[in-house]
């Protein structure tokens, strides 16, 4: 299978922002994410200096804000890491191949292009009128991590945002019958890389105003045809319709995520109800 990997070895990355707006909004926007960004890799340890992160890079409009905040940040000293941007195309049908490298060595931006017919196993696999996103991931998240391993990176960083964590939560309560999201920093299950999202913390409607002011050049995730009908779809429709009725819910959940009573719950192996009763027994 074909590969393709290009390395600047002394590569210089232009400014990301040379050409952004000027406005005030815009300033506060940018200083929001980054300030959430900031924030993410803090509260979860996620920053070891002199590391080697590999960057997913997909063309939509999570993974180029996520890449150029965090080009931003190492520009200006706050990340002490070296960075590795990676696309996997998986020969997906009218997948525009030109678009990414040119976007990143426009920008002299490190990066590895894979080349993994991953479209046709999925195709192959999935039974007729059933969506391929859950293999097509697990599929590609294989091929991100022996990447990552083959390019000497120690994590592999993602582009998923607040109402991807929130979506996965409420898909885990009504689907699959369990208290579960999608944690901001996570070790696989070989331990040997660890899978980070730093955008945890920021909002999508923020992200996608946040590109097209940046004007990315957006490759959409419909091009196999299989996103009609998805639970996360769903979950997608009542998070929007809860923050229409009442403002800020997004926030207010994702908050209580990070502040858990194990007691309060119904799970014995966190807390120990057997022990607990009062003095007179």
């Given at each position: 299978?074909?590969?393709?990997?290009?390395?600047?070895?002394?590569?210089?990355?232009?400014?990301?922002?040379?050409?952004?707006?000027?406005?005030?909004?815009?300033?506060?926007?940018?200083?929001?994410?980054?300030?959430?960004?900031?924030?993410?890799?803090?509260?979860?340890?996620?920053?070891?200096?002199?590391?080697?992160?590999?960057?997913?890079?997909?063309g939509?409009?999570?993974?180029?804000?996520?890449?150029?905040?965090?080009?931003d940040?190492?520009?200006?000293?706050?990340?002490?890491?070296?960075?590795l941007?990676?696309?996997?195309?998986?020969?997906?049908?009218?997948?525009?191949?030109?678009?990414?490298?040119?976007?990143?060595e426009?920008?002299?931006?490190?990066?590895?292009?894979?080349?993994?017919?991953?479209?046709?196993?999925?195709?192959?696999?999935?039974?007729?009128?059933?969506?391929?996103?859950a293999?097509?991931?697990?599929?590609?998240?294989?091929?991100?991590?022996?990447?990552?391993?083959?390019?000497g990176?120690?994590?592999?960083?993602?582009?998923?945002?607040?109402?991807?964590?929130?979506?996965?939560?409420?898909?885990?309560?009504?689907?699959?019958?369990?208290?579960?999201?999608?944690?901001?920093?996570?070790?696989?299950?070989?331990?040997?890389?660890?899978?980070?999202?730093?955008?945890?913390?920021?909002?999508?409607?923020?992200?996608?105003?946040?590109?097209?002011?940046?004007?990315?050049?957006?490759?959409?995730?419909?091009?196999?045809?299989?996103?009609?009908?998805?639970?996360?779809d769903?979950?997608?429709?009542?998070l929007?319709?809860?923050?229409?009725?009442?403002?800020?819910?997004?926030?207010?959940?994702?908050?209580?995520?990070?502040?858990?009573?194990?007691?309060?719950?119904?799970?014995?192996?966190?807390?120990?109800?057997?022990?607990?009763?009062?003095?007179?027994?």
């Amino acid at each position: 299978m074909n590969i393709a990997v290009d390395h600047i070895q002394e590569h210089t990355v232009q400014d990301l922002f040379a050409h952004a707006p000027s406005t005030t909004e815009f300033n506060k926007l940018r200083k929001r994410l980054t300030r959430q960004v900031q924030t993410a890799l803090n509260d979860f340890s996620m920053v070891k200096a002199g590391a080697r992160w590999l960057v997913g890079i997909s063309g939509g409009k999570d993974s180029y804000a996520l890449l150029s905040i965090l080009l931003d940040l190492q520009k200006r000293g706050d990340l002490p890491v070296k960075i590795l941007a990676c696309n996997l195309d998986q020969e997906q049908p009218n997948f525009p191949k030109h678009i990414l490298p040119e976007w990143l060595e426009r920008h002299g931006i490190e990066h590895r292009i894979e080349y993994r017919d991953t479209y046709s196993i999925v195709t192959e696999k999935v039974p007729e009128n059933k969506t391929y996103c859950a293999l097509c991931s697990r599929l590609r998240r294989g091929h991100l991590y022996r990447i990552a391993r083959e390019e000497g990176c120690s994590s592999l960083v993602l582009g998923h945002h607040r109402e991807d964590i929130l979506e996965t939560f409420f898909m885990n309560m009504f689907h699959g019958g369990r208290l579960e999201a999608m944690p901001p920093k996570l070790l696989n299950d070989e331990g040997d890389l660890t899978v980070l999202r730093p955008l945890s913390f920021s909002a999508e409607s923020d992200i996608e105003k946040f590109a097209q002011a940046m004007q990315f050049p957006i490759i959409p995730c419909d091009l196999c045809g299989s996103q009609d009908g998805l639970q996360r779809d769903a979950m997608k429709r009542f998070l929007a319709d809860l923050e229409k009725r009442a403002p800020g819910r997004k926030e207010t959940i994702l908050r209580a995520l990070s502040h858990v009573q194990p007691g309060h719950l119904l799970d014995r192996t966190l807390f120990d109800f057997a022990a607990l009763d009062h003095e007179g027994g």
